[in-house]
């Protein structure tokens, strides 16, 4: 499976907000990957790529809130990792794109 730049950004960008929303959400480690790369495989996905909707779902049934201004200035901030991953400490599109290929083809 090859993925254009588009998708690369998407699927980085649903990592990265991810990683943020299960930190808000107190997971950690292998639980936290976990749920940042169920986001990344969403981008894949035309019925579950709404990715801000899951994350609202998830955060309302932890009852946490998030003001739309500060998701919205989260949000920006990942776009722009996204876009330049040199601006990102996590790990590499290129390891998310292969970790994604992995799993679905092992379907």
Do not use: C, Q
Request: net charge neutral.
């Amino acid at each position: 499976m090859v993925f254009d730049d588009e998708m690369r950004k998407t699927i980085r960008r649903n990592k990265l907000l991810g990683l943020w929303a299960a930190e808000k959400l107190g997971l950690a480690g292998a639980d936290a990957k976990a749920y940042s790369d169920g986001l990344a495989m969403d981008a894949l996905d035309p019925e579950r790529n709404d990715v801000f909707s899951k994350i609202r779902k998830d955060f309302e049934k932890a009852g946490l809130v998030e003001s739309r201004e500060h998701f919205l200035d989260v949000l920006n901030k990942i776009v722009l990792e996204a876009e330049d991953p040199a601006r990102s400490t996590g790990g590499s599109i290129d390891a998310a794109a292969v970790s994604i290929k992995k799993k679905l083809t092992s379907r």
